[in-house]
């Protein structure tokens, strides 16, 4: 799952997430590590321009910051960056940030990157905006070295070199996995060709086969022999009658009801599914995350169905 308050979007976040603390959201991290979640994930803006404040609100804390304190408390479940704009940043320090992270969570990082949207904050810190996506290309190939098991990394690139130069900690992973996110032709082609898994946008059911499709062909095509991740994010839900308004997109009801839906994502070909609850306190949003991993997680596996 997403996590709440760290970024707070008017599209999902909740009204209660506007006064949470830290506290909230390590209640809310405890309780997916014990209700069996695969991942926690955290998004990345460095700042936020006023023409659009009022939709995407200037809170966006920083991922690695913040997956980093969560590692420490919480024992098992994987720590996703969704998406980290590494464009904004030299791969260097992309790679002596988040190794560090999976070393010390133990190797439970999967670093998921993406191109980014805000003009401003890439000219804020001199970062090539129109040429995002090929310098997102090269990122990836750079971190691929810099986040490997050599102390002294080696790359020459057209706009990255480095060589000489030692970083450890290394990662705990041999291979630290690279989702990439998007679902532009640009993105399903970068996550075909570069990533370990794909975090598709948004996509609605109907056009996930197709672009989960695209992504298989684009990899066989790209020589890429390696089984690839796909993901999907599903619609809001809610474990149980909520009996107030919880909007007409939400999936509610009985567990099993929940499942049968989900489990139509694994038919398309879905590997993992990141969801979000409808919640009106921390609590509520708690209760639903056990209910969700005692008594609709067990459903989603049955091949019978």
């Not at 690839?228 to 567990?255: F, Q, S």
């Amino acid at each position: 799952m997403q996590l709440p308050i760290q970024s707070q979007s008017a599209l999902y976040a909740e009204p209660w997430e506007a006064s949470a603390a830290p506290a909230d959201l390590a209640r809310i991290a405890r309780a997916a590590d014990r209700s069996g979640f695969a991942y926690i994930a955290s998004c990345d803006h460095i700042a936020i321009p006023r023409r659009l404040a009022e939709g995407m609100s200037t809170v966006w804390y920083d991922p690695v910051a913040t997956l980093a304190y969560l590692a420490g408390i919480t024992e098992r479940v994987l720590l996703l960056s969704h998406v980290a704009v590494v464009g904004l940043r030299h791969p260097l320090i992309t790679a002596k940030q988040y190794a560090t992270l999976d070393h010390l969570s133990g190797g439970r990082l999967i670093l998921g990157v993406g191109a980014g949207h805000v003009r401003e904050e890439f000219e804020a810190v001199g970062a090539d905006f129109d040429g995002r996506g090929p310098v997102l290309d090269e990122t990836i190939d750079a971190l691929r070295v810099a986040l490997g098991p050599e102390e002294y990394p080696e790359f020459a690139g057209e706009r990255f070199s480095f060589g000489g130069l030692g970083q450890l900690p290394r990662p705990a992973q041999e291979r630290l996995p690279v989702w990439v996110g998007g679902s532009s032709p640009a993105a399903v082609r970068r996550a075909a060709v570069r990533g370990d898994g794909w975090l598709p946008q948004g996509d609605p059911r109907d056009r996930l086969p197709a672009q989960i499709a695209r992504v298989h062909a684009l990899r066989a095509e790209a020589g890429v022999e390696e089984p690839i991740v796909i993901g999907a994010i599903t619609e809001p839900l809610y474990v149980g009658e909520p009996g107030w308004a919880v909007g007409r997109r939400t999936l509610a009801g009985k567990p099993e009801e929940l499942a049968a839906s989900l489990r139509e994502y694994a038919a398309m070909g879905v590997h993992q599914i990141q969801v979000r609850f409808r919640s009106r306190s921390v609590a509520e949003l708690t209760d639903q995350i056990a209910a969700f991993g005692a008594d609709v997680a067990p459903h989603l596996d049955r091949s019978d169905q």
